[in-house]
């Protein structure tokens, strides 16, 4: 009696007609911009913050972000909140209190 180590060649055709299909890999990003257009910046909150409004998945947010260098350009981080519009007309109008809790 002889076992075969494998799929048959017949397995394999039809395994491979039902793949999912491979992945694509992300754009090669450089620059502060990190290639997109829709990107706004605004501001530097700090020496490795900003501020920056920019259009993702399709949505107009507010990102604030800390940045890091790398290769000598700088980077968007990890750390850091993208506001939809609803949540920064939230936050703005809450400004007022926000002051006064922090005077």
């Keep these: ?18 793949a999912p299909p491979k992945k694509t890999s992300k754009k090669d990003s450089s620059g502060d911009d990190s290639g997109d257009e829709d ?27 800390e940045f890091y260098m790398k290769d000598g350009k700088q ?3 990890k750390k850091g909140i993208s506001l939809s519009m609803d949540q920064w007309k939230e936050l703005r109008a809450h400004v007022d209190e926000i002051d006064k809790a922090l005077a």
């Design 39 to 65: 990107n706004i910046f605004i501001c530097d909150v700090s020496k490795n913050r900003r501020v920056s409004v920019r259009n993702w998945q399709g949505r107009v947010v507010v990102d604030i972000r």
């Design 75 to 77: 980077m968007p981080g």
């Design 1 to 18: 009696m002889s076992f075969k180590r494998g799929k048959g060649k017949d397995e394999e055709d039809h395994i491979s007609e039902h």
